[in-house]
């Protein structure tokens, strides 16, 4: 079993700012990494995974995300925030193994102010 | 369609009522997910199929939940005897196959409020 920590509710930050949220994850066996970026009523859209390989990953809109297996984290970062970038970001997490389901964390929720 | 559709967007009842929400993946995704998303809360796995057959149906609450996808494409979760609690947004995601790092991708979600 696995479970997810997003330990910010909310972030407020200003435009072009840079921001990073964070989370942090448990898991008994090797796990894949997710981030999703949900935009008011839409669905939620994958923003960038981590599967194996290099540990920093580049996503979608300028985003990225360091896997730290050490530190069992997968914070998301972007050095410079838009206001089109105000959404709701989850982070899940599955493990690697075959068939496994997908765990989500409670989101954090990104305020740019212009 | 381009995306995945899932209706109706918005659905209020009363508590004890039965009520039925349909998700419709993208042609070609065998893998499909439901997940209920609670206020303040990361959406919630209920069920996976993959083609017509529930592959994992751990999440589903209680047995007044079923969901079903007969051929392989359009599923529908069922809820008997709704309650209160069973107010939220219900998700649902599919994807190419069940594989690991295959993406999902989620439908806009129904909102069941249950009076």
């Known amino acids: 079993a696995q479970s997810v920590t997003q330990l910010d509710s909310q972030v407020p930050v200003f435009e072009e700012a840079p921001v990073e949220l964070r989370c942090n994850y448990s898991?008994?066996?090797?796990?894949?990494l997710f981030w999703y970026v949900q935009y008011p009523n839409q669905g939620l859209q994958l923003l960038l995974k981590?599967?194996?390989?290099?540990?920093l990953v580049k996503g979608i809109n300028g985003f990225e995300a360091e896997f730290n297996k050490s530190q069992t984290s997968f914070h998301l970062r972007k050095p410079s925030v838009h206001i089109s970038d105000t959404a709701e970001y989850f982070c899940?997490?599955?493990?690697?193994?075959?068939?496994?389901?997908?765990?989500f964390g409670t989101g954090t929720k990104l305020q740019v102010i212009p | 369609g381009a995306g995945v559709s899932q209706t109706p967007s918005n659905k209020v009842t009363e508590k004890g009522k039965y009520v039925e929400l349909r998700c419709d993946p993208i042609?070609?995704?065998?893998?499909l997910y439901w997940y209920r998303q609670s206020l303040g809360q990361g959406p919630e796995f209920l069920i996976y199929?993959?083609?017509?057959?529930?592959?994992?149906d751990s999440g589903l609450p209680n047995d007044r939940f079923f969901a079903v996808r007969p051929e392989g494409s359009v599923s529908t979760l069922k809820i008997q005897r709704t309650e209160r609690g069973d107010s939220a947004v219900y998700l649902c995601?599919?994807?190419?196959?069940?594989?690991?790092?295959?993406?999902?991708?989620f439908g806009p979600g129904t909102r069941l409020t249950v009076l």
């Open positions: 898991s008994s066996v090797s796990v894949y």
């Open positions: 995601a599919g994807a190419v196959a069940g594989g690991p790092g295959n993406e999902q991708f």
């Open positions: 042609s070609g995704h065998t893998a």
């Open positions: 199929f993959q083609g017509t057959g529930a592959a994992d």
């Open positions: 899940a997490v599955r493990g690697s193994g075959g068939y496994q389901k997908v765990t």
């Open positions: 981590y599967l194996s390989g290099s540990t």
